[in-house]
T-cell receptor
Framework: AQSVTQPDIHITVSEGASLELRCNYSYGATPYLFWYVQSPGQGLQLLLKYFSGDTLVQGIKGFEAEFKRSQSSFNLRKPSVHWSDAAEYFCAVRNNNAGNMLTFGGGTRLMVKP | DTGVSQDPRHKITKRGQNVTFRCDPISEHNRLYWYRQTLGQGPEFLTYFQNEAQLEKSRLLSDRFSAERPKGSFSTLEIQRTEQGDSAMYLC????????FGNGTRLTVT
């Protein structure tokens, strides 16, 4: 069965600093990978996705992620964090054999210091 | 495209009562999904529909839970005889290759 691990439950960075959120997945075939962001009390907004091709994908709000098959990782990065980026971030892998349902990691809560 | 809409946004109910949530997906999406999210956790899959057919249900979906999608448009999720452990955010999503989520219904069972 597929699974997603986000090793960091909380991360605090200073505004303007760079950010990397880690995601490791387990999936038997070529993974389709996603990053979503969730503000308090809200639903999930798609940041970016990887299906195939270039392993460095660009998303909204200045985020990017790199797929590394050898490390089973799909880490999210941003060169300069803004206070409005404070939120919870979820990595997910799609099960292509079960109705395209997503399996999510436990999330990483990002706090931004002024 | 008005996005995925869920109603109500918040529901407070007493243990033992029945509750029903509604989800209106993005109109052209054939697939509709329900997820549950408890505090500090990632969303967990409950069930999904392809048009009006319910094709998969998670083991999380006990006998007290039922979901419908009549005519393949909106969907409802009903929880009968609610328990305190049902307190969670219930998220609806629609889409095929990429899922688009609604803002959820937060259920509190007292």
């Amino acid at each position: 069965a597929q699974s997603v691990t986000q090793p960091d439950i909380h991360i605090t960075v200073s505004e303007g600093a760079s950010l990397e959120l880690r995601c490791n997945y387990s999936y038997g075939a070529t993974p389709y990978l996603f990053w979503y962001v969730q503000s308090p009390g809200q639903g999930l907004q798609l940041l970016l996705k990887y299906f195939s091709g270039d392993t460095l994908v660009q998303g909204i709000k200045g985020f990017e992620a790199e797929f590394k098959r050898s490390q089973s990782s799909f880490n999210l990065r941003k060169p300069s964090v803004h206070w409005s980026d404070a939120a919870e971030y979820f990595c997910a892998v799609r099960n292509n054999n079960a109705g395209n349902m997503l399996t999510f990691g436990g999330g990483t809560r990002l706090m931004v210091k002024p | 495209d008005t996005g995925v809409s869920q109603d109500p946004r918040h529901k407070i109910t007493k243990r033992g009562q029945n509750v029903t949530f509604r989800c209106d997906p993005i109109s052209e999406h054939n697939r509709l999904y329900w997820y549950r999210q408890t505090l500090g956790q990632g969303p967990e899959f409950l069930t999904y529909f392809q048009n009006e057919a319910q094709l998969e249900k998670s083991r999380l979906l006990s006998d007290r839970f039922s979901a419908e999608r009549p005519k393949g448009s909106f969907s409802t999720l009903e929880i009968q005889r609610t328990e305190q452990g049902d307190s969670a955010m219930y998220l609806c999503a629609s889409g095929d290759l990429t899922l688009h989520f609604g803002n959820g219904t937060r259920l509190t069972v007292t």
